[in-house]
């Protein structure tokens, strides 16, 4: 924000795990999963005689071991991914991921005293779990470099048929790591479809060019691939936020031109810890009101967050992000931008297609109020007294 001010972020941690001891002397298998009655997406299996002290020297006894898994899965848990989902390719050039999850791991010695590094650990990442198979022959290991935020690749994938203790063979993505320090790691793919969705913030509901409001918090979350690849499990992938200034903000996403709900996108606003409201779409779908005309926004499928549910907050909105066609007119005014239409987004006239939150006018207040009995004592003021 070139002219200053402060910005309210709310910081989501997931409780660290409680420890479990392993024996050093055995193989050790722990499951990377956090959703009930669903297989885990992937599991770690530390050898024997893998973990040594941080000198080098081997080390012989029970650990304890606390792996905490933000699974993408559960979509409670994407506001707590921590850092952009970002690297640097070859060419310095810095790039988004799209998660299948991340898991940070601590090891030490039985007393909790002396931390414990482990070599030669294996990654089993059940290939069920990615049903977008160009994903499968893309898919690494990362780890995050706590000084750059960004992400640094620690490994390939190889797919093997394996059968996992008294479960049928599968085929699972297997990667190699050595963990030597504290440090948060990622299974993930590189993703190029990207693109831009432009959303402001106003003063009300009259939604006027000089009620919008700078400073908003706008985030939004990457769900995975659904309609368009209908065998996925809904999850979310990626987590991004912009603020927004005197034209908006434009939040990246991941996008499709060929199949429209292959991507969607959860999208919420929030200024000074207050949430904004979303514009309503049932039971009345006002195009005009929403921001964005026919036909291209029934192509997006935009839902606020109580569509289904009239007793759920109306602070959100999800839409489908169908990459807009070259070829089609009423497309290329926005709300969703082409990747290399940045500049065009931030720069878009009031009159261009956008999406809206608003803050709700209103006496927000509610008083406890207590009855007053002129026969009773206890309810008389001074003036009584008197």
Request: with cysteine; hydrophobic share 35%; aromatic share 10%.
């Amino acid at each position: 924000n070139k002219k200053g001010g402060s910005v309210f972020h709310e910081v989501h941690l997931l409780r660290r795990k409680e420890p479990v001891i392993l024996d050093s002397a055995i193989t050790n298998q722990i499951s990377l999963g956090d959703v009930e009655n669903i297989d885990p997406i992937a599991e770690l299996e530390i050898p024997p005689n893998s973990f040594y002290y941080q000198n080098g020297e081997l080390y012989n006894g029970k650990v304890k071991a606390s792996v905490t898994f933000l699974d993408p899965r559960n979509i409670s848990t994407a506001t707590a991914a921590q850092s952009d989902l970002n690297f640097v390719n070859e060419e310095g050039d810095t790039m988004p991921l799209r998660s299948y999850g991340m898991f940070s791991v601590d090891f030490t010695d039985e007393k909790g005293i002396e931390s414990l590094n482990a070599g030669a650990v294996k990654v089993y990442l059940d290939s069920t779990q990615v049903k977008m198979s160009e994903h499968l022959e893309t898919m690494k290991l990362w780890s995050l470099n706590p000084e750059t935020g960004l992400w640094e690749e620690e490994g390939d994938f190889v797919q093997a048929a394996v059968r996992r203790g008294k479960r049928e063979e599968r085929t699972f993505l297997v990667g190699n790591m050595e963990i030597r320090e504290r440090r948060l790691f990622n299974l993930d793919v590189p993703e190029s479809r990207r693109c831009y969705v432009k959303v402001r913030a106003y003063r009300s509901e009259r939604f006027l060019p000089s009620e919008q409001i700078e400073g908003v918090v706008v985030n939004l979350i990457n769900m995975e691939p659904m309609s368009g690849f209908s065998s996925n499990p809904r999850a979310w992938g990626r987590f991004d936020s912009a603020i927004t200034g005197s034209n908006g903000a434009c939040l990246p996403a991941f996008c499709d031109d060929t199949t429209p709900d292959a991507y969607s996108a959860y999208v919420t606003a929030t200024l000074g810890g207050e949430e904004l409201e979303a514009i309503e779409s049932s039971p009345k779908f006002n195009p005009n009101k929403i921001g964005v005309p026919q036909p291209y926004l029934n192509k997006l499928n935009y839902r606020r967050s109580d569509h289904d549910d009239h007793k759920v907050k109306k602070t959100a909105f999800s839409i489908n992000v169908a990459k807009p066609s070259p070829n089609v007119a009423e497309e290329s005014n926005g709300p969703v931008y082409a990747y290399d239409k940045l500049q065009e987004c931030e720069e878009a006239p009031y009159s261009a297609a956008h999406f809206r939150f608003y803050r709700v006018e209103g006496d927000r207040y509610d008083f406890n109020t207590i009855s007053f009995n002129e026969d009773d004592p206890i309810s008389w003021t001074a003036d009584y007294l008197s």
